[in-house]
């Protein structure tokens, strides 16, 4: 992953991430994969490029996505 518009706190905190994909991705890996830092942001990356850039989300964020996941605000992009 290139870092040089990271931090060096935020980069330490993508090493020591836990990440974590979906059940439903199935065996290609079709997925995104998130990870909770630990200044309470949510790092999201491409699970089939792991090393690519990341993207961060506040909780408050990532809360008003999933909502709209759930209520079927975005089904038309499947």
């Known amino acids: 992953m290139t870092h040089a518009h990271l931090d060096a706190a935020t980069i330490e905190q ?4 836990v990440w974590r994909i979906s059940s439903f991705s199935g065996d290609q890996g079709d997925c995104v ?7 309470g942001r949510i790092a ?10 990341v993207v961060f989300f506040t909780r408050a964020e ?12 975005f089904d038309d992009l499947m």
């Not at 999201?44 to 850039?53: E, W, Y």
Request: charged share 25%; with cysteine.
């Open 44 to 53: 999201v990356r491409n699970s089939n490029q792991p090393d690519a850039d």
């Open 33 to 39: 994969e998130t990870a909770l830092l630990a200044d």
């Open 62 to 73: 990532m809360d008003a996505w999933v909502k709209g996941c759930k209520a079927g605000e």
């Open 14 to 17: 993508l090493a020591a991430a």
